[in-house]
């Protein structure tokens, strides 16, 4: 039997919680390629950047088909997460890049005390990443904390 699903509130939920998205594109030699992330959800609209020429880049401009991963819960009867099914689109304009860098900023303070805090370095980020969006196609999730409640 499955565990109970989260509800979409509770995928938001997770999505504005945690900190770390697994980002997994199709690699160059067929095999899964599955990276951990920042990132930042405007509804289930997960939202990333990333260096230009990074491979998840280069995956995405060949197959825009990504599979993300949030989870959450340190022993079995806490686990819960979602696994979002989405196609990538990769945003280059700079203006988008800057702004999507303030969100970042703002849902991690660390990075405006390290090189993203100075104007300068910022803008040199900014013409040297993209945004990658993705756009949810299907969500699955689970919550063992549900299980303790249907028994």
Not at 31 to 55: E, I, N
Not at 95 to 115: D, M, W
Request: proline fraction near 6%; avoid cysteine.
């Amino acid at each position: 039997m499955p565990a109970p699903a989260l509800s979409a509130d509770e995928v938001q939920e997770l999505l504005a919680a945690e900190r770390v998205v697994v980002v997994t594109s199709h690699g160059p030699r067929g095999y899964p390629h599955a990276m951990p992330m920042w990132f930042a959800a405007a509804g289930d609209v997960v939202s990333l950047w990333t260096a230009a020429r990074s491979q998840k880049v280069r995956n995405l401009e060949r197959d825009a088909r990504a599979t993300l991963l949030v989870e959450a819960g340190d022993d079995y009867g806490a686990l819960r997460g979602a696994m979002i099914e989405a196609d990538a689109e990769i945003v280059r304009d700079e203006a988008s890049v800057r702004a999507f860098a303030r969100t970042l900023i703002a849902r991690y303070p660390e990075l405006a005390a390290g090189p993203l805090g100075d104007p300068e370095a910022l803008e040199a980020q900014v013409r040297r990443r993209v945004v990658v969006r993705f756009a949810p196609r299907r969500i699955a999730s689970w919550d063992h904390r549900k299980l303790a409640a249907e028994r």
